[in-house]
């Protein structure tokens, strides 16, 4: 058996995320979706599993025939996949977070779906108020979640429409309160 290569932290990136959008480069489906993990897994001779393991985090070391088995079905450059020198491949689409991370890193939660992002403009545009806005923006993005603009416009002007009626039973509550006290006395 051969030594295995670190599947660790390297300059800030690591060897999963690297993988993560290699996977997500690769050519997309009818669906927009990168070819599934388990085809890749079959077509390459790659363990049922492994892609799902490396994800996360299970996954610490890779032997140099599975680094190699991995980089052709991602299509990627092994010396780029296990140290980040070279060429990244172009991600041919969103390319959301790897699982148990809340937002990919260094992009902003707009950046992440381009429909919220779009659908962001659009509702400020329209007077839905940002604290309506981020508080959408804010939820957390899961992995396919990549529904129309029109879809994300509404849930905003719905969650506008929820903290105004908030407000309106807070401001009431505080009136009865007030209107009681002033009864009482």
């Known amino acids: ?3 295995g ?3 660790t932290e390297q300059d800030g990136n690591t060897f999963a995320a690297r993988v993560w ?3 997500h480069s690769l050519p997309r489906g009818d669906k927009g979706r990168p070819p ?5 897994e079959r077509e390459h001779g790659i363990s049922q599993g492994t892609f799902s393991r490396l994800f996360s985090g299970y996954i610490r070391t890779v032997e140099p025939a599975t680094l190699i088995k991995v980089a052709r079905a991602v299509q990627a450059d092994p010396t780029w996949l ?3 020198i070279g060429i990244a491949p172009t991600a041919t689409g969103v390319v959301p977070p790897m699982p148990g991370t809340l937002y990919a890193p260094e ?5 992440q779906c381009v429909n919220r992002a779009t659908a962001a403009e659009i509702a400020r545009a329209g007077g839905v108020g940002e604290d309506a806005v981020r508080s959408v923006l804010l939820e957390a993005y899961s992995a396919g979640d990549d529904r129309p603009v029109l879809w994300w416009i509404d849930r905003m002007r719905l969650r506008e429409l929820m903290l105004r009626s908030q407000a309106m039973k807070t401001d009431a509550a505080q009136d009865l309160r007030s209107s009681r006290a002033r009864r009482a006395s």
């Not at 599934?36 to 890749?40: F, G, K, P, S, Y």
């Open 1 to 3: 058996m051969g030594q």
């Open 5 to 7: 290569v670190a599947a």
């Open 21 to 23: 959008l290699a996977w």
């Open 36 to 40: 599934r993990q388990i085809h890749l």
């Open 82 to 84: 296990v140290s980040g």
């Open 107 to 111: 992009r902003t939660p707009e950046e």
